[in-house]
C-alpha cells in the first residue's frame, strides 16, 4: 500500500503542521524487555508517519512508581520523573500499548482515565497474557470496544479473553520483532550468548531451580569447549554472574542489546524477549522458559524460537540438530510480518485522518 502520507487530526487534536504526539505506556531503566518493544513500534511508526514528526510520551507504569510495588499497584499521587501521569492529555492525538501483558489494571488507571477523558484512539499492538481469565474495569472495556481502531494479540491467550468480551483482535507476533532494523544471518553455531537470570531479586525473578540448572548447564557447554557468554540486563544479574560466570555482557542502555546480541550466532535465553530480540537481529533462539504460558504463547508466533528445558543434553541434540536453511528464512518472514503490521497500522490511521 502506497505510504497515505501527511497524517492529519481535526483542529481540536493538535494543528495540523505540528508534531504527533504518542502517549505510549511502558517502562525505562526497568525491564529492557519493554524498550525492546519500543525500538520496534517506533521503527513502523516512522515508516508510515514520513511527512510529520513524532513526539514520544512516556506513561510510566514501573513498579518503583506503584504505592507498594506488587502489593498495592496503584501509583502514587506525586511522581516526579520524565513521564505522563495525571496531568492534561489534552495535546496527545494517540494513545498506545504494546507488545506486553500489562494492558489493564491499577497501573494503568490514569492512562485508561486519560484516554477516555480526551476520548483518544487507543492503539493495541501485540497484546499478550497468561491462561487465566481478565477481569476488565468499566472504563477500560469502554475504551477497547468505543476507542480503538486497531487491536492485535501476541498469543492465544490475550485474543481468547478479548473474544469473551466481543472484541476481535488480529494475532501478530510481538512488535519486539522489528526492534532491528536489520539482519545479520549466522551460518555456523559458533559464539552462544545465554541470557541468564537470577533468582535473587524481586524484578524478573526466575525459579531457583532454573537458575541453578542453567548455571551448571553454561558451565557444561563450556567444559565441551562450546564458546558462551552470559548476557544479563539486570545490574543485579551483572552483579551476580561477573563473579562467577564471566564473560558476561550487560549494559545499561538498553539500545545497545541490539548490537550485543548480533555478536552471536545463537542465543538461549531464560526471557521472552531475549529470544525476540535475538530473532530481530536474525539469529536462532532457544527459550528455556518451558513451563511459562505468557513466555511460550508468544514464541509460538516465532519460527525461529525453539523451546527447551535447560538440561545440557538436551540443549546440545537441539543445537546440534538446528538447520541453516531454517533460520535463513528469518529475514523474509520478519520482511512479512512487518508487511502485515504495516498495512494494518496504515488503515487504522487512515479511519482517523
Known sequence: MKNPGIFKFSESRSA??????????????????????FFGIRHLFEEIIRDRKINWVLYDRNPDLNINGFIDRAHKENIRGNSFQQGDPGSINIALIAGTPEWFDRPLTNFYRAVQNEQLPLFLI??????????FSENELYCL?????????????????????????????????????????????RRIGFILQTSKTINQLIPQALTETCINTIKKLRTAK??????????????????????????YDARDYIEILADYDLIISTRLHGAILANSVGKPAILLNVNDARCN????????????????????????????????RLPKWKADMKSQYLNILRNALLKLM
Open 226 to 251: 562450546r564458546q558462551v557468554d552470559v548476557i544479563c540486563h539486570y545490574i543485579d544479574e551483572f552483579t551476580e554472574f561477573s563473579r562467577t560466570l564471566p564473560p558476561v555482557r550487560y549494559s
Open 16 to 37: 495540523l503542521c505540528g508534531p504527533l504526539n504518542i502517549l505510549f505506556s511502558s517502562t525505562r531503566q526497568w525491564n529492557p524487555g519493554d524498550e525492546f518493544i
Open 297 to 328: 504463547g508468544a514464541a509460538a508466533l516465532f519460527p525461529c524460537i525453539y523451546s527447551a528445558p535447560p538440561d545440557h543434553d538436551i540443549l546440545i541434540n537441539l543445537i546440534d540438530s538446528l538447520q541453516v536453511s531454517h533460520w535463513q
Open 145 to 189: 470496544k468505543n476507542l480503538s481502531p486497531v487491536i492485535t494479540a501476541r498469543d492465544e491467550y490475550a485474543s481468547r479473553e478479548l473474544a469473551k468480551e466481543g472484541i476481535l483482535s488480529e494475532l501478530l507476533p510481538c512488535p519486539a520483532l522489528f526492534a532491528s532494523s536489520t539482519e545479520k544471518i549466522p551460518t555456523k553455531i
Open 126 to 135: 501485540g497484546l499478550g497474557y497468561i491462561d487465566a481469565p481478565v477481569n
